[in-house]
């Protein structure tokens, strides 16, 4: 909870447990409360799970300061069960918090800023109309800041996505409104950091209905340890993609089979991810001419010779994919690549760049799925292969910030039981060093061969 949030419930508890007969000043709090919660509606924002305790704060107020001009004071007993009545209105803000995305621990800070770009001779596949393909990019970058400089926020027109994201994990759409309310340790369009030498260049895919800032907590480690991070928004496939001109392109569903054992499963979702790796070398493109553009945030600031890719899930499968077909990609890490979408010669042929695989407890124990059958497959191709790990107590989504929003996060299918402070410190430390190493061939002691620095990661053989 927000430090005005803490304070309503906190002064009215005061109010209440205060022994009879109450003092003057504690027989105000309630009024204090009262003048809080309109601070706090000024300065931190309304959201829905307040309700509760923003009514009872003003039903309290109302009360006593009719009391504090008429005869007496509450009954004891009044004041206890209210008690009761206050823990049930503050256990939801506290259920349902406004999520906070960690600080990065490198020594830079970290800049923002989001593109919209277009591949006139691509069409698009996936709108029903004849259009060229365009598509969302969010990067995160060393930056320079100074102090008026203004926060951004962790996903820009939240108030589009969030509903989109609450309906596709089953819940009512206002259910993570409060989303908009969330800010990141990281500033709009700040200046890049001057710099003697160019930074390396990280491409991140996103999952199926997943999104750009799916990940931002990683994007902001790399960012402030001095890469260039570049998220696609991979229009159709996201949950939903937001333009500029504030044009719409929710997810296609047909764009990958519902039915896992739909009998061109295959065909279909490697047309998806064809999609993808399109997009990503674009991107490389686009990125390329911003570095030679004299008038660009970017120009001669990134390293176009030091590229890694990685990806979680379909996304993990696009980033295998391109790297497989593209040798501009210099590593590649999976997070739960998604095999199914890779082409049968990239899983015969294998990667030959450094590259590194994570997967959840909850993907790596069905052994025998279609996915693990065709990782297995690859994974001898992949010729400069640094590993393959299971991180236990983890699920799915444990690889993006989706964890971050509730400490129920588990119960409602969003994360493992491993505490998600936990398994940011995990990924957060493999991700750094796997791309420390092969782009910047700093030695790391995680990459040792025994992976024993974390007591819950397994290798996997």
């Known amino acids: 909870m927000r430090p005005f949030e803490i304070a309503i419930p906190f002064l009215i508890s005061i ?30 924002g309304y959201r829905w799970q307040m309700v509760p305790l923003y009514a009872l704060t003003s039903l309290l107020a109302l009360s006593s300061l009719r ?19 206050l823990a049930l209105s503050t256990a939801l803000p506290i259920l349902l918090p406004v999520p906070k995305i960690p600080y990065p621990g ?45 926060r951004a926020p962790w996903m820009a027109n939240a108030e589009i996505y969030a509903p989109a994201i609450a309906t596709y994990i089953h819940m009512p759409p206002f259910f993570l409104d409060h989303l908009a309310l969330v800010d990141i340790p990281a500033y709009k369009e700040i200046p890049l950091v001057d710099s003697e030498k160019p930074f390396p260049v990280i491409l991140f895919s996103h999952g199926w209905n997943g999104f750009n800032a799916q990940s931002t907590g ?18 159709y496939g996201a949950v939903t993609t937001v333009f500029p001109d504030g044009t719409l392109a929710p997810n296609n569903p047909d764009a990958l089979p519902r039915d896992a054992d739909h009998p061109d499963y295959e065909v279909v979702a490697r047309k998806l991810v064809d999609q993808w790796v399109g997009d990503m070398s674009f991107v490389l493109d686009q990125f390329k001419a911003s570095n030679d553009d004299p008038q660009g945030l970017f120009f001669q600031a990134l390293d176009m010779d030091r590229i ?21 990609c210099k590593a590649v890490l999976g997070m ?51 590993g393959v790990i299971m991180i236990v107590g983890t699920k799915h989504y444990d690889f993006s910030d989706l964890p971050l929003l509730s400490p129920v996060a588990p119960q409602l299918g969003l994360k493992g039981p491993l505490n998600g402070a936990r398994v940011t410190e995990i990924v957060n430390s493999y991700l750094l060093d796997f791309f420390d190493l092969t782009l910047k061939d700093r030695p790391s002691d995680l990459f040792d061969g025994s992976f024993d620095d974390y007591s819950e990661v397994q290798e996997l053989k």
């Open 15 to 44: 109010y209440l447990l205060w022994r009879h007969p109450r003092p003057l000043p504690v027989r105000l709090l309630p009024a204090a409360a009262l003048v809080v919660t309109l601070l706090h509606f000024s300065l931190e």
């Open 336 to 386: 739960d690549p998604f095999m199914r979408p890779v082409s049968a010669e990239v899983i015969e042929a294998g990667v030959q760049q450094p590259s590194f695989f994570m997967f959840s407890e909850s993907w790596a124990e069905i052994k025998e799925s279609r996915n693990n059958r065709l990782f297995n497959q690859f994974r001898p191709h992949a010729t400069n292969n640094l």
């Open 106 to 150: 490198g020594s830079f800070q970290v800049g923002t800023i989001i593109y919209e770009l277009t591949d006139v001779d691509r069409k698009e596949t996936y709108s029903g109309r004849d259009e060229p393909r365009r598509f969302m990019v969010q990067v995160w970058y060393p930056g320079s800041a100074e102090k008026e400089e203004v």
């Open 67 to 85: 009391k504090i001009t008429g005869p007496g004071d509450w009954p004891a007993i009044a004041s206890r069960l209210t008690v009761i009545l």
């Open 308 to 328: 890694g890719v990685y990806g979680h899930s379909t996304g993990g499968g696009a980033a295998i994919q391109f790297c497989g077909i593209d040798s501009r």
């Open 218 to 235: 990683q994007a902001l480690e790399l960012a402030s340890h001095g890469y260039v991070v570049i998220s696609t928004q991979h229009t």
